[in-house]
T-cell receptor, first 113, second 115 residues
Framework: KQEVTQIPAALSVPEGENLVLNCSFT??????LQWFRQDPGKGLTSLLL?????REQTSGRLNASLDKSSGRSTLYIAASQPGDSATYLC????????????FGDGTTLTVKP | DAGVIQSPRHEVTEMGQEVTLRCKPI?????LFWYRQTMMRGLELLIY????????DSGMPEDRFSAKMPNASFSTLKIQPSEPRDSAVYFC?????????????FGDGTRLSIL
C-alpha cells in the first residue's frame, strides 16, 4: 500500500528560524510530489511541485527537495515569519495510480513572534 | 484564470435532506477530484474523474454519496439522505496530465453542516 507520512504533526519555532518539514513515501515509483499550504478554514494552496526527474524546486524563501531512492522530500523554509503559520501537506503522485495524488496528514507550523 | 469554483461555500441542512455540491474546474483540466476533510480523518479522496469519466470511486463512503460529471466544466457531489456524520469540508480540485503530472488546484471548499 502506498503511504505518505509527515513527521512531526506539529512544529513551533521562533520567528526568524530556518526550518525543515519532512515527507516520506513508501513507493519510489512516483511521477511528482507537491507541497501545499492550508490556512485555518481555507482551501489548499499549491506551493511547489517537483517532477520525478527533478531534485529540487525553489520559490522565494521556500525550497523543496526530492530523493526518490530514500523515499523522502523536505520543504525548507528560510527566515520563518508569523505569516508562515499554517498546515503544510505533501501529496505524492504514484505511477500505479497515475492521475491522482496521495496526501500526508500534514505538519501544523506555528511561528511565534 | 478563475480557478476552481465551488458552490455553495456553506451549507447547513437537516438530517435526511438531499445535499448537492457543485464544482467548476479550471478550463482545460482533464482531471477532477472530490475530497472530504475532517479533523478526525484528515483529507480523504472520495472520487476522481478523467475526461468526465469516473476512474476511482473507492473513497465514496456509502451509497448515499454519488458524483457526476456531465461535461468538462461541471461536476456535482450529491448526498441523499444526509446524516450528521457527513458534516465536513468538501473540496473539489482539478489538474491536467502530461506524463509527469501538473499541479492540483483546489477550490475554496464547501463547509457542510448536517443538523
Amino acid at each position: 500500500k502506498q503511504e505518505v507520512t509527515q513527521i512531526p504533526a506539529a512544529l513551533s519555532v521562533p520567528e526568524g528560524e530556518n526550518l525543515v518539514l519532512n515527507c516520506s513515501f513508501t513507493d519510489s515509483a512516483i511521477y511528482n510530489l507537491q507541497w501545499f499550504r492550508q490556512d485555518p478554514g481555507k482551501g489548499l494552496t499549491s506551493l511547489l511541485l517537483i517532477q520525478s526527474s527533478q531534485r529540487e524546486q525553489t520559490s522565494g524563501r521556500l525550497n523543496a527537495s526530492l530523493d526518490k531512492s530514500s523515499g523522502r522530500s523536505t520543504l525548507y523554509i528560510a527566515a520563518s515569519q508569523p505569516g508562515d503559520s499554517a498546515t503544510y501537506l505533501c501529496a505524492v503522485g504514484f505511477y500505479t495510480n497515475a492521475g491522482k495524488s496521495t496526501f500526508g496528514d500534514g505538519t501544523t507550523l506555528t511561528v511565534k513572534p | 484564470d478563475a480557478g476552481v469554483i465551488q458552490s455553495p461555500r456553506h451549507e447547513v441542512t437537516e438530517m435526511g435532506q438531499e445535499v448537492t455540491l457543485r464544482c467548476k474546474p479550471i478550463s482545460g483540466h482533464d482531471y477532477l477530484f472530490w475530497y472530504r476533510q475532517t479533523m478526525m480523518r484528515g483529507l480523504e479522496l472520495l472520487i476522481y474523474f478523467n475526461n468526465n469519466v469516473p476512474i476511482d470511486d473507492s473513497g465514496m463512503p456509502e451509497d448515499r454519496f454519488s458524483a457526476k460529471m456531465p461535461n468538462a466544466s461541471f461536476s456535482t457531489l450529491k448526498i441523499q439522505p444526509s446524516e450528521p456524520r457527513d458534516s465536513a469540508v468538501y473540496f473539489c480540485a482539478s489538474s491536467s496530465w502530461d506524463r509527469v503530472g501538473q499541479p492540483q488546484h483546489f477550490g475554496d471548499g464547501t463547509r457542510l453542516s448536517i443538523l
